[in-house]
């Protein structure tokens, strides 16, 4: 499995416009929150952005735009994508699976410690091309989970 952030270019393009590709006007905030580009959890307030995302083509009622944060003034992508996001280990998560056409597969709430095992089984389904992982209360994107090419 690989754990995949967000895109470079979104982040990208809300710090350099301080707008996200919906139009609205982004500033910084300081919180406490997980950035969607380097999938660390901050254990101390930061400067943060906070922006609209759609992790999905919009070709679907399924395609919901949600809030996210990333850092303000820049990060390093998270790249270890065949490990899981430490940060993310000791949380409850709501794990969704999605088709090709965007379809919601299925959906299951997966206790810390046993994501990563609870989306290999969304995987094993033929019809599952992406697992989306979600904060259990605010259901906000925090990463997806795919197969790795040619698997």
Known sequence: M??????????????STHKD????????????????????????????LLLSYRPLPDSS???EIGPIFVHAD???PYDDIETFPADFAARRLVLRAYGREGQIV?????????TPQRAASLLDNEEVVEVH??????TCFDFKIVRPPGS
């Open 2 to 15: 690989h754990f995949v952030p967000i895109p470079e270019e979104i982040a990208a393009e809300a710090r």
């Open 21 to 48: 590709r919906f139009g609205h006007d982004l500033r910084v905030t300081t919180e406490m929150a997980p950035c969607r580009l380097c999938l660390r959890i901050s254990t101390a307030p930061e400067k943060l």
């Open 61 to 63: 009622p399924y395609a």
């Open 74 to 76: 820049g990060c390093e």
């Open 106 to 114: 299925d959906a299951v709430i997966a206790e810390p410690g046993t």
């Open 133 to 138: 992982v979600r904060h259990e209360s605010y």
